[in-house]
């Protein structure tokens, strides 16, 4: 159901009750089963996560208090400056975020990690741009679980140029803002997330871990977005900037 409603855009309000998930722990499978189906529905390959409900401002706007993870498939990644189809998307949104890319794995013989041992398989940092579909009829009537089990919204990244010299850089320091049309619509620093960008991946290596997974080198990570979702009308042209690491940037047609 979940498959057919992704590739289909249809909107839908809940799954039904005999296979929702009750845990997060369920969520996490129903979503593991997921990504046996997408990469032949068109999707390719998995080859990068996505985190959200990272900052106070996105738990406080979706309502959920707690990170929560999901794919990103490789027909849904462009580079810097990218152009997407309004009508190829349910209701899209953007979030303004800080990626990195592995260069090594993170398994589960490593763990539990730390700051430091995430940072170590770090190769580079970026700007990134999260595009979401809000498939759903009410989202916030969804438990956490659900929207997990649906890869929690996700519809693509857009990447900037990567910095792979980025130790000198102070991650929890940057500064990022969204611009949609020209106008700046809202700012952030990388402390908003959980404190300092690499916990979010300190949080999500664990977890991959705690179900035997692990998050594969080559892969990248977009770790929670400094501003509240802006909903795109077509015509829409957002830009992501954050300092030290450069811009990405999305047009809606």
Known sequence: MLCASR???ERFS???ADCRPDSTAEGYAVQEALHELLP???LGPLVGWKIGCTTKVMQAYIGIDEPCAGAVFASQVQGQAARCRASDFVRAGVECEIAVQL???LGPAGAPYTQ???ARAVSAVMTSIEIVDDR???FRGLSAPTLISDDFFNAGAVLGEACTDWQHIDLAALRGRMIVNGREIGAGT???ILD???NALVWLANLRTSFGLLLEAGAFVSLGSIVETHWVAPGDDIEAAIDGLGAARVTFS
């Open 7 to 9: 590739i289909n855009r």
């Open 14 to 16: 809940d799954l039904p």
């Open 40 to 42: 032949a529905r068109g």
């Open 103 to 105: 260069g090594s794995d």
């Open 116 to 118: 430091a041992d995430v």
């Open 136 to 138: 759903y009829i009410d």
């Open 190 to 192: 990388g402390a908003d």
């Open 196 to 198: 300092h960008p690499l």
